[in-house]
């Protein structure tokens, strides 16, 4: 099976844009969906992004989300930081029995 | 609003079993894949299992650290997927989440303490 490799912390500052990776450790980042969440403190994840770019409603345009298979990972990108943007983000993409993977998660902090 | 709402978590013995619900709302269930996946203290999310719609088998698949312990089923009619576990173990203390990407939902999650 495949692994999903996130940086363990990113921080930025408000305003500014992050990007968090997710690596997938072997076959290819294109051939199964990749998921997005958000988990902040205390609360229960939300689902940012889903099938590699689409947004749930009531997600806002500034998250985004694409896949680079010359690197193999997915990303997430937030644009215009905002202090509530602090919390954990995690990755999942599925294997070939469309079991669920998640990457380890990335702990976001807006300085 | 789709609302994914569990229950049933609490304090349990190692060796002993408890069922988990998870009631659905706002959505068509009999459409959905529902699956369970959990949080242990301080650690990361990790799928526990799925079951697949009726019109897809409703076939059950599971995680290997929990194939063989716990069951998923559902009840279209309810609108419910329920999450049988038995033979429980300290490391199955976590919180336990009900989630469907048919509409890109979680539950609040309901916490499972195994302890003696």
């Known amino acids: 099976n495949f692994m999903l490799t996130q940086p363990h912390s990113v921080s930025e500052s408000p305003g500014r844009p992050v990007t968090i990776s997710c690596t997938r450790s072997?076959?290819?980042?294109?051939?199964?969906?990749v998921q997005w969440y958000r988990q902040r403190p205390g609360s229960a994840p939300t689902t940012l992004i889903y099938?590699?770019?689409?947004?749930p409603s009531g997600v806002p345009a500034r998250f985004s989300g694409s896949i680079d298979s010359s690197s193999n990972s997915a990303s997430l990108t937030i644009s215009g930081l905002k202090t509530e943007d602090e919390a954990d983000y995690y990755c999942?993409?599925?294997?070939?029995?469309?079991?669920?993977?998640f990457g380890g998660g990335t702990k976001l902090t807006v300085l | 609003d789709v609302q994914l709402v569990e229950s049933g978590g609490g304090l349990v013995k190692p060796g002993g079993s408890l069922r988990l619900s998870c009631a659905a709302s706002?959505?068509?269930?009999?459409?959905?894949?529902m699956s369970w996946v959990r949080q242990a203290p301080g650690k990361g999310l990790e799928w526990v299992g799925r079951?697949?719609?009726?019109?897809?088998?409703?076939?059950?698949d599971y995680a290997a650290p929990v194939r063989g312990r716990f069951t998923i089923s559902r009840d279209d009619s309810k609108n419910t997927v329920d999450l049988e576990m038995s033979g429980l173990k300290a490391e199955d203390t976590a919180i336990y989440y009900c989630?469907?990407?048919?509409?890109?939902?979680w539950g609040q999650g309901t916490l499972v303490t195994v302890s003696s």
């Open positions: 079951i697949k719609r009726w019109t897809d088998g409703g076939t059950t």
């Open positions: 706002g959505f068509t269930f009999s459409n959905a894949w």
């Open positions: 072997s076959g290819s980042i294109a051939s199964n969906y």
């Open positions: 989630v469907t990407n048919y509409v890109q939902a």
């Open positions: 099938e590699d770019n689409q947004r």
């Open positions: 999942q993409s599925f294997d070939s029995s469309n079991h669920w993977v």
